[in-house]
């Protein structure tokens, strides 16, 4: 966390979600800049955080991707009390969710921006414990699997139900 000039700053690398959507209308470049806000009435996460340009030949900012859900509800509790949020672009290139359901992501550096105060510090504190404990960045190229915290019934076989399928096989 960076504190200039009477304001707080925490950056954290993250994927911009939801670019097989938007691949048509927006080529991401290194270096761009998207600002960030609350989408409201959007179906996939009440607390949406999209991230926003303004487009040639466009009159207003275009959505051009999400924040990841594990972390749109800490960020919009900041956006509510004053922050500037806004997202950087680390690469051109897309990659892979991890999201059961699949989708691209840009590869992005989220940037939380605030006034100095007391209250904000502890907020933005809050925030990147929040962050560091609900979402994980791939190393490598590779994401942690988290399987078991999204489907909590899903266990791997054991060497007893491979047991079971042949008994059933062989009393048919």
Not at 20 to 48: M, T
Not at 52 to 59: C, F, M, N, V, W
Not at 121 to 129: D, G, L, T, W
Not at 156 to 165: G, H, I, N, P, Q
Request: net charge negative; glycine share 6%.
């Amino acid at each position: 966390m960076a504190s200039v000039s009477g304001t707080l700053q925490y950056s954290f690398p993250c994927g911009l979600r939801g670019f097989h959507v938007y691949k048509e209308i927006w080529k991401p470049k290194v270096g761009d800049v998207l600002s960030c806000i609350h989408e409201r009435n959007y179906q996939h996460d009440r607390y949406a955080i999209a991230a926003t340009k303004l487009l040639p030949g466009r009159l207003s900012n275009v959505t051009l991707g999400h924040l990841p859900r594990e972390i749109s509800r800490f960020t919009r509790f900041l956006i509510s009390i004053g922050a500037d949020v806004f997202v950087t672009v680390k690469d051109a290139h897309f990659r892979r969710s991890p999201l059961i359901q699949g989708g691209l992501e840009i590869p992005v550096e989220a940037t939380v921006r605030m006034e100095t105060s007391t209250k904000n510090v502890e907020a933005i504190e809050r925030f990147k414990q929040l962050v560091e404990q609900h979402y994980k960045e791939p190393v490598n190229g590779q994401f942690e699997d988290c399987t078991k915290d999204v489907l909590p019934d899903h266990e791997e076989e054991t060497e007893s139900s491979s047991d079971e399928e042949d008994q059933n096989i062989t009393s048919e």
